[in-house]
């Protein structure tokens, strides 16, 4: 079968290298890759600004926050959510955001207010930019994580059910555990 110029390559038909670009490229091209791109780029902008300002001590926060969102961006790239069922990506991810936002919103008002370095400035002003990415970010995986578990809860209607019989089955056989 022959393809146009300009369009994409099967993934079946690729190479396994070609493959992990084209997982990438895909991944990428959806709104929570830019996200996470955008939080790494602008993490590791501000940890730029932070190295070359006098409030270094904040300079950690936006280190390990470039490299959680490159965690994320591979693995989600990877299919790794979908590969280890057993970590609660979404939620992870979720708290993740809000921790990283709360922190972000509060190192940038004090770099603005209380450095007066303009790299300093500078990195609060990105700061105040990436707190607004992750806001967004958080948005939109609260969404999916409210899907998931309303999936989950219509899933596991009968598992509830049989659940209640075994809970009912263990107090007849043990009917003083309660009196205790």
């Given at each position: 079968?022959?393809?146009c110029?300009?369009?994409?390559?099967?993934?079946?038909?690729?190479?396994?290298e070609?493959?992990?670009?084209l997982a990438?490229?895909?991944?990428?091209?959806?709104?929570k890759?830019?996200?996470?791109l955008?939080?790494a780029?602008?993490s590791?902008?501000?940890?730029i600004c932070?190295?070359?300002?006098?409030?270094?001590?904040?300079?950690?926060?936006p280190?390990l926050?470039?490299?959680?969102a490159?965690?994320?961006?591979?693995s989600?790239?990877?299919?790794?959510?979908?590969k280890?069922?057993?970590?609660?990506?979404?939620?992870?991810?979720?708290?993740c955001?809000?921790?990283?936002?709360i922190?972000?919103?509060a190192i940038?008002?004090?770099?603005?207010?209380?450095?007066?370095?303009?790299?300093?400035?500078?990195a609060?002003?990105f700061?105040?930019?990436?707190?607004?990415?992750y806001?967004a970010?958080?948005?939109?995986?609260?969404?999916?994580?409210?899907?998931?578990?309303?999936?989950?809860?219509?899933?596991e209607?009968?598992?509830s059910?049989?659940?209640?019989?075994r809970?009912?089955?263990?107090l007849?056989?043990?009917?003083?555990?309660?009196?205790?």
């Open positions: 079968m022959e393809r110029e300009g369009e994409d390559p099967d993934p079946a038909e690729a190479p396994p070609a493959r992990l670009l990438f490229k895909a991944f990428l091209s959806s709104r890759g830019l996200l996470l955008a939080q780029a602008l590791f902008i501000i940890f932070y190295i070359a300002s006098t409030a270094t001590p904040f300079m950690m926060v280190l926050t470039f490299l959680l490159l965690c994320f961006l591979v989600y790239s990877l299919k790794l959510n979908e280890f069922r057993g970590i609660y990506w979404l939620l992870g991810d979720f708290l955001g809000i921790i990283a936002a922190i972000y919103f940038s008002i004090a770099a603005v207010s209380k450095y007066t370095d303009t790299a300093s400035k500078a609060g002003v700061g105040f930019i990436t707190t607004i990415v806001c970010y958080v948005y939109f995986t609260f969404n999916d994580l409210a899907t998931f578990l309303k999936q989950e809860d219509s899933s209607a009968p598992k059910q049989k659940s209640e019989s809970f009912e089955l263990f007849h056989c043990y009917p003083n555990i309660l009196a205790i």
